[in-house]
């Protein structure tokens, strides 16, 4: 395929286990916003719930989408110190 | 969790078999693609290969996103005739 031009978006879908409780989500969730200001090459953030009706979510609850300028900048978050922090609260 | 407002995005993960050809690929893309301009709740289309480097892509080499204002809008999308003959197509 074509070779990746212009923005870059990660997309995470996420689901959480029965035992994880509304308030540690929406820390999560808050702490995954919070990493667009303090990640430089993250310039934005978006993020929603499930709300689907054709039943081919595979029981995945959570969207997160995340804007770079290139796969370079990509790269650079993953290995940014305050995402490697964030990335081991959540198991993949 | 809250109840969404705003604009509902539509995302879509794929994969094809491997007897699919980069035409097939390519033809099936564009049909989707021209949606947009059959099914008027349709509001915005964008699609992407894979370029990850975490390897958690689970064997997906694309997303289409696409964007409506409600989840009505969504629900009339998928009940329309262009997109039922389109989804005929595709497995899922």
Chains 1, 2 share one sequence.
Do not use: Q, R
Not at 40 to 45: L, V, Y
Not at 48 to 62: A, P, Q
Request: proline share 4%; net charge negative; aromatic share 10%.
């Amino acid at each position: 395929m074509e070779e990746a031009k212009g923005p870059v978006k990660h997309v995470l879908l996420a689901k959480f286990k029965d035992d994880v409780s509304p308030e540690k989500i929406k820390e999560l969730i808050n702490g995954y916003a919070n990493l667009v200001n303090l990640i430089e090459p993250m310039k934005a953030f978006h993020w929603g719930t499930d709300v689907s009706i054709e039943n081919l979510h595979k029981g995945f609850t959570h969207i997160f989408e995340s804007t770079f300028e290139s796969k370079e900048a990509v790269a650079e978050y993953i290995a940014h110190p305050v995402h490697v922090e964030f990335a081991n609260l959540v198991d993949v």
